[in-house]
């Protein structure tokens, strides 16, 4: 049993080590490849001219990072649904092959915790960076963690207004 939530906190921390630094390169790609960040300022453009959370990340150039990112996770045994909704850019990833106890819960949750608090500025910079090519008001990044059976293991919020600034 130690062996097997040994391999889970394993997977577990690729995901969210993969998440963290994905999110963060498709935002500045996508928003440099889509022309909506091209050499100005925030106070250069208004928010009624930037799309809305939704649009930007339905977009080709967006939707081409997401399928680049899902295709990586599958490699690792993960199912990633990314989307948005509102003022939420979620993260959710499915360990297929994983099926937890009641018992294991409470011990990944805590690796899972763990983990993206040691890449919880990541996210936060992800929110402010997306923020910073939409006309939404904040960013949220949600991320969640499923077992093969759907049972959530843990979630957790970073919003673009606690990202640090520089």
Do not use: H
């Amino acid at each position: 049993m130690k062996k097997r939530i040994l391999a889970l906190c394993t997977t577990i921390c690729l995901a969210v080590s993969l998440a963290a630094c994905g999110g963060k390169d498709a935002a500045q790609d996508a928003s440099t490849a889509d022309g909506s960040n091209q050499s100005t300022t925030v106070s250069d453009t208004s928010d009624s001219d930037l799309p809305s959370l939704e649009d930007y990340f339905n977009s080709d150039t967006t939707q081409s990072f997401v399928d680049a990112a899902k295709t990586q996770y599958e490699g690792e045994g993960i199912s990633a649904k990314l989307y948005a909704e509102g003022d939420e850019l979620r993260y959710e990833f499915s360990m297929d092959n994983v099926v937890t106890t009641e018992e294991e819960r409470p011990a990944l949750a805590e690796a899972l915790k763990t983990s993206i608090e040691a890449n919880a500025e990541s996210y936060a910079n992800t929110a402010a960076q997306i923020k910073e090519g939409v006309s939404n008001d904040v960013v949220i990044v949600v991320v969640s963690f499923f077992d093969g059976e759907g049972n959530e293991l843990y979630t957790q919020s970073f919003s673009s207004a606690d990202a640090p600034t520089e």
